[in-house]
């Protein structure tokens, strides 16, 4: 049983029946109380989202399990209580089912898309590093999370798939980054010669220190405007010790699935 702390403004009912505490990819209250799956096919710059679970206020978290009376006890009453359940067997359909959408069985691939499970702000309250080790196991190729704090939690939590940190990282960061074998994004072109020294400095120089480049395409929050493209490959021919592996960016309205209409 793992317990999370969340933010003291609960959104969520206070208990969540049975019928509804398992989901999958349709709409539903229960969908929003699960852990938001983002896939990116990392081999390639296209990139699928799936809804986001923003029903990020809970102060108690449980992985199957119902509370018991020695949790009821520690339920902090600042605020208004949550309890909320975690389904590990329907966070695995998800998983299944956005495997099966993003590598249709008639497709012809020499390697099948990638998923990268967003984990980030504890797992949108749901306790990021326990649902990224259930997602390991049930076969998450990546995982995301906002800042390296947060990826140490899910290396602590013995999660040894990659993990990306998606917005990027302070000046002086750049070791937490390496020691904790935490993949960086970068998303301004001054962080390259940062990683590369922090890269020529470290111990074990066999290998080259990966990354992956974030390109703002039109959310304006984060990310190698085009501007800066010609920055970044001047910089990026000065760094011998980096890899570029990935490129991704995050869509400018990530919740909409119709297609854009062409003008
Ligand atoms: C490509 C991508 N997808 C998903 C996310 C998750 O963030 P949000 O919940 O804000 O969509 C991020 C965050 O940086 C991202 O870069």
Redesign the pocket.
Known sequence: MTMAEGSQLPLLPGFIPQSQRFCCLRPGSARKLLL?L?V?SLAATR?V?FG?A?ANVVNLVSFGERMSSAQKNRVSFVGRPVWAEVSLSALEFNLRSIRAYVNPPGEKRKAPRKILS?V??NG?GHGGPQVAKALEKAGSEWF?V?CTAEGIEVRKAGVRRPVLV??GFWPGEEKRLLDNDLTA?ITRCEQLALLERAASRRRAKRASVPFHL?IDSGMN??GIAPADVDCFARQLAKSPHLRLDGV????AS?EVFEPAPHG
Do not use: D, N, V
């Not at 991704?248 to 869509?251: A, E, L, V």
């Open positions: 938001a983002r990116a990139a989202a986001s923003r967003i980030k702000g949108y995301g906002t998606l917005t994004a974030k929050r984060l991704f960016t995050h869509f990530s």
